[in-house]
Structure formats: C-alpha cells, structure tokens
C-alpha cells in the first residue's frame, strides 16, 4: 500500500526554538513529496517539494524539508520558530493512480503550535 | 489570494435538502480537484477533473456529483446527505493533473454542517 503518515497530531515548540515535523512514507517507486501549511479557515499553501536531487529542500517562509531514503522520511524544519508559524502542516506523496492522473495522497495533518 | 475563490464559505442544511458548492479559479489552470477535509483525517480526494479525463474515488457515495462546465469552473452538487458529511470541502487547481510534479493551489474552502 501506497501512504503518508504524520505520527504526531500536535507539537508544541517555544518562539526561537527550532522545530521539526515529522512525516513518514511509503511508495513504490521514487516519491514525490510534498507540504503544505494551512492556516486557520484558509485553504491549503504550498511549501516546498522534493522531486529529485539535493536531499535538502528549502521552501518558503525560512522552511525546509530533509528527504532520508532509507528512513522513509521527509521531515519539515525550521531552525528558529515564529509565532506566526502556528498551523496545520499537511505531508503529502504524488502517487500513480487509475488512468493517467497522479493525485496527491496527503497526511491527517499535524497542528504546530509555537508558544511566545 | 491563492486566485481560487471558492462560495459559499458556510452552509447548513438538513438531510433532504439540495445544494451546491461553487469553485473558480482565475490561474489558467488546466485542473481541478474537489477534496474533503475531516478533522485528524487525511484530507480526502474526492474527484478530479482534468482536459484529459475526470477521475474520482470511488468511495464516494452518489449523492456527490460533480460537475465541470469549463476549465475554470467546479461545482459540487450536493443532495440527501448525512450527517457524516459534516465537513470542510476544498477545492484546488493545477497547471495540469499528470505532472508529478506539480502542485495546487487551494480554495479557503467551505464548511458543511449536515442537520
């Protein structure tokens, strides 16, 4: 089974501090993976994407993202966590479904709250 | 601004009622998805419509029908729905469905209350 799992529903981190959340996939083939961030009653924003190449993704707002391959895994980072950060990140993997579209597979989302 | 405009932003109705969710997208875009969005769940892909096909779940239950007219335009047509459907439903839009690397752009959504 293809899927992308996000095991913690809620980290709190304080203002300054650095923040990780975690993301965990499995995919035959090579992933694609993506996150978004959604703010409170607002859709979904694109943060970064790992497709090939530097396993290291910087994305937007001081954002990045380290693909490990033999851990499955695509976490999200920042090094210094902003009150505005507070969110729902949102893990997702490009799968190959039926006929000729590839949809997104997201995670349930992780709420990050970052305490001032 | 995200240039997806989805309407309404609320909407409440009761078990026999029919309604419908509106989506437009003002990007050019070639794609676009309906996606339902539960509490501490993966968001859900519901349908996908794209110039080259329309692709759904099939775990979909009928009384959701979607409707395409045209690239920029994406209704959610709506009818005896259960209370389960509670829910906020997005829409999004991509450059085209087939690119593995594409990414989307998302509506603020609506939030569903069923009665």
């Known amino acids: 089974a293809q899927s992308v799992a996000q095991p913690e529903d809620q980290v709190n981190v304080a203002e300054g501090n650095p923040l990780t959340v975690k993301c965990t996939y499995s995919v035959s083939g090579n992933p694609y993976l993506f996150w978004y961030v959604q703010y409170p009653n607002r859709g979904l924003q694109f943060l970064l994407k790992?497709?090939?190449?530097?396993?290291l993704v910087k994305g937007s707002y001081g954002f990045e993202a380290e693909f490990n391959k033999s851990q499955t895994s695509f976490h999200l980072k920042k090094p210094s966590a902003l009150v505005s950060d507070s969110a729902l990140y949102f893990c997702?993997?490009?799968?190959?479904?039926?006929?000729?579209?590839?949809?997104?597979?997201f995670g349930s989302g992780t709420q990050l709250t970052v305490l001032p | 601004e995200t240039g997806v405009t989805q309407t309404p932003r609320h909407l409440v109705m009761g078990m026999t009622n029919k309604k419908s969710l509106k989506c437009e997208q003002h990007l050019g875009h070639n794609a676009m998805y309906w996606y339902k969005q539960s509490a501490k769940k993966p968001l859900e892909l519901m349908f996908v419509?794209?110039?080259?096909?329309?692709?759904e779940n099939n775990s979909v239950p009928s009384r959701f029908s979607p409707e395409c007219p045209n690239s920029s335009h994406l209704f959610l047509h709506l009818h005896t729905l259960q209370p389960e459907d509670s829910a906020l439903y997005l829409c999004?839009?991509?450059?085209?469905?087939?690119?593995?690397?594409?990414?989307?752009?998302f509506g603020s959504g609506t939030q569903l209350s069923v009665l």
């Open positions: 997702a993997v490009r799968l190959l479904s039926s006929g000729s579209a590839r949809q997104l597979t």
């Open positions: 999004a839009s991509s450059q085209k469905a087939t690119s593995t690397n594409e990414k989307l752009f």
């Open positions: 790992y497709i090939t190449g530097d396993n």
């Open positions: 419509y794209s110039l080259e096909e329309r692709v």
